[in-house]
């Protein structure tokens, strides 16, 4: 899948959900590597303390390793933590480690704490198509320092009783670091997740979240899969675990819509992807 149109400037998104076990972590690592298939450069920065997308890549991130720690709490250069993952050209992850767990506390007394992130991505020099961010379950100052340095909010939906449940914190938040801290910041992508097309309740959550919300509802959901939950035991994403399964192909579907979503136009105007 070569040949989707790359964005102007480095689109960076912030996948988030304060609930947990709700696809974040998957859906920001089988993304990353969709696009990166597609012939985009991308970065995942794992967010979480614990570390789940930096094994999903295969990255070692035992507790020596330079991580995304070091970069947000001793102001460390990105460019000194960011890893190759192995099998994925143009896909690179800058690790968590354990130590990340005390962030959340460090970073209150430090300068600038909600915007360290931010700096960091800032002075990255190398050219970069998308950058996805994996959010811990939580609203804290690493969510925080995702959201200011990004424009775009990803939030993966799981079909499940009590869906937009807690949603209404999440946006409140949005609404707040935009107000306050980034003006840019919108919630640009939802994508529904473990998606059960066989039962009655996965296809009302669908209807429930597309009434809600609308255009921003990417059209592709992704299904159900035991292959995208045993790729990772593997240190792999299910792009090259099981490269013909039903959740790869839609992992490649979403990321192609929103390639093609974001994708710049002659006048400035992002085109709504019309499913074909
Ligand atoms: P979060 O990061 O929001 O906590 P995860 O991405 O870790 O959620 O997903 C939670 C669990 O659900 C994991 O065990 C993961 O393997 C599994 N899972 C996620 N998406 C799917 C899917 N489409 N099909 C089957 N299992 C999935
Ligand atoms: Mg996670």
Redesign the pocket.
């Known amino acids: 899948g070569e040949g989707l149109p790359r964005p102007d400037e480095t689109r960076v998104m912030v996948v988030a959900?304060q609930?947990?076990?709700?696809?974040?972590?998957?859906?920001?690592v089988n993304l990353a590597a969709s696009l990166a298939l597609h012939g985009a450069r991308v970065l995942v920065v794992d967010l979480?303390p614990q570390g789940?997308a930096s094994t999903a890549l295969g990255i070692d991130h035992h507790a020596e390793v330079p991580s995304i720690y070091d970069v947000l709490v001793e102001g460390r250069q990105l460019s000194e933590v960011v890893q190759p993952v192995a099998d994925v050209e143009g896909l690179f992850c800058a690790p968590a480690t354990i130590d990340l767990a005390g962030a959340e506390i460090e970073l209150v007394s430090l300068v600038a704490r909600e915007s360290r992130l931010k700096r960091a991505i800032e002075a990255y020099q190398q050219p970069l198509d998308y950058i996805l961010i994996?959010c811990p379950?939580s609203l804290g100052l690493l969510t925080v320092n995702a959201m200011v340095a990004g424009a775009e909010v990803l939030i993966?939906i799981?079909c499940e009783y009590y869906a937009l449940e807690g949603l209404g914190q999440l946006l409140r938040n949005v609404d707040l670091v935009r107000g306050h801290l980034n003006p840019k910041l919108h919630v640009s992508t939802i994508l529904l997740?473990?998606?059960d097309g066989r039962t009655r309740l996965a296809s009302q959550v669908a209807e429930e979240v597309r009434s809600h919300f609308g255009e921003e509802v990417l059209r592709t959901s992704?299904?159900?899969?035991?292959r995208?939950?045993?790729?990772?035991s593997y240190g792999q994403t299910v792009l090259t675990y099981d490269p013909g399964s039903s959740?790869a192909l839609s992992y490649l579907e979403a990321a192609r819509e929103m390639a093609l979503r974001g994708a710049p136009t002659p006048n400035g105007v992002a085109v709504l992807y019309d499913g074909h």
């Open positions: 959900n609930k947990g076990g709700v696809g974040k972590t998957t859906t920001t979480d789940n994996d379950p993966p799981q997740t473990m998606y992704i299904p159900r899969s035991v995208i939950s045993e790729a990772p959740g």
